[in-house]
């Protein structure tokens, strides 16, 4: 973990760099695709200035959805992913590793094929309910790590790593089992959303996705203090007066309420909330009030840029967001596992 020096100022800088950075890949998202826009498009429609059909059509049904969900995916992966590797003392901790993804995926898919229609037009319930779904299964996920990876009441590590491992492959396999018994169209949007895609994005899943952020992210941020000192070893944390235990398990349940919400509308989109924590703290420093909303800023940027680079990179192909992520995500975790050997 870094240990610069840190201040607010360098916060703000990167902050801003950082929603930049994201409003710069919204803006390419807006305007390019195989229906280009100009700026004077652009703007004309968002401000209603002689809006056109056309225009509106592809701006606000294809487009912005896809943009926002991409965001509000990127900021809750990216903080849920600084509040796991708090708990857990654990650089390598992320919600795809530790089995959280496949296991919210997991209640979604199962969710998906016993409410037939939820993947595609099922109505605003069905949305409404799949992050809840979700949720349940990365709680059945955070149970089993507790449950194979503590040791009298402390997480170790390194069995949570492959703890983590091995649930992912089991969910996954439950998932992969479950897909398969859909009928075709359900199977083929089921897989192309496992994959980490926000492809066909709308309004209902912003709506569905934003009170979860609203909510659970400054819960975690008002927690910085005590994931400040969770990073001491576990009896000084109990010297100070910290409810290691009881801080840990709720911390977790938020963290896997935002896990949950995303995955819900945007499928499985690792390594986000891996390498948004080591970003923010090599450059704002390790105090979790500056790392939080950094990682979010961060991951939201991420996403965003990625999801723009499948769209237009690839085209005619588009290549779902989750797999350019995982592109440059692999090696680095490859990379960090070598660090953590090394040391």
Same mark, same amino acid.
């Given at each position: ?19 930049? +950075?994201? =409003?710069? %890949?919204?803006? /390419? &998202?807006?305007?390019? $695709?195989?229906?280009? !826009?100009? *700026? ?119 069995? +949570?790593? =492959?703890? %983590?491992?091995? /649930? &992912?492959?089991?969910? $996954?396999?439950?998932? !992969?089992? *479950? ?137 005619? *192909? ?26």
């Amino acid at each position: 973990m870094s240990s610069r020096p840190y201040s607010s100022a360098r916060f703000w800088l990167v902050f801003s760099v950082c929603c930049g +950075l994201a =409003l710069c %890949g919204m803006y /390419l &998202g807006l305007t390019n $695709g195989s229906f280009d !826009l100009s *700026v004077r498009d652009v703007f004309g429609t968002l401000l209603r200035i002689d809006p056109q059909r056309d225009h509106d059509l592809v701006i606000f049904e294809f487009r912005l959805p896809r943009i926002v969900i991409g965001a509000l995916v990127g900021c809750g992966l990216g903080v849920a992913g600084a509040a796991l590797q708090g708990i857990t003392r654990n650089p390598l901790a992320d919600p795809g590793i530790l089995g959280i993804h496949a296991a919210a995926g997991t209640a979604v898919v199962l969710f998906m094929f016993f409410v037939q229609g939820a993947v595609n037009g099922g109505g605003f319930g069905s949305v409404l309910s799949m992050p809840l779904f979700g949720w349940i299964g990365g709680l059945a996920a955070a149970a089993l790590l507790y449950f194979f990876s503590g040791r009298n009441g402390v997480i170790d590590p390194q069995r +949570l790593i =492959l703890v %983590g491992i091995a /649930l &992912g492959s089991g969910f $996954g396999a439950i998932t !992969l089992y *479950v897909s398969l018994k859909m009928n075709p169209q359900d199977f083929e949007m089921a897989t192309v959303w496992l994959t980490g895609s926000i492809y066909g994005a709308s309004w209902e899943q912003v709506l569905t996705t934003l009170p979860w952020l609203l909510v659970l992210i400054p819960v975690i941020w008002r927690k910085a203090g005590v994931l400040d000192v969770m990073q001491l070893h576990e009896t000084s944390v109990v010297g100070l007066g910290v409810r290691a235990g009881a801080e840990r398990q709720w911390l977790l349940v938020c963290s896997i309420g935002l896990v949950s919400a995303c995955v819900a509308v945007s499928g499985s989109i690792g390594f986000v909330g891996l390498i948004a924590p080591h970003i923010a703290r090599r450059l704002v420093g390790i105090h979790y009030r500056y790392v939080i909303p950094a990682c979010g800023a961060i991951g939201m940027a991420m996403v965003i840029i990625g999801d723009l680079i499948g769209r237009t990179v690839f085209a005619p *192909v588009e290549l779902p967001v989750g797999i350019v992520i995982s592109i440059i995500g692999v090696p680095y975790f490859v990379y960090q596992l070598y660090r953590a050997r090394r040391s």
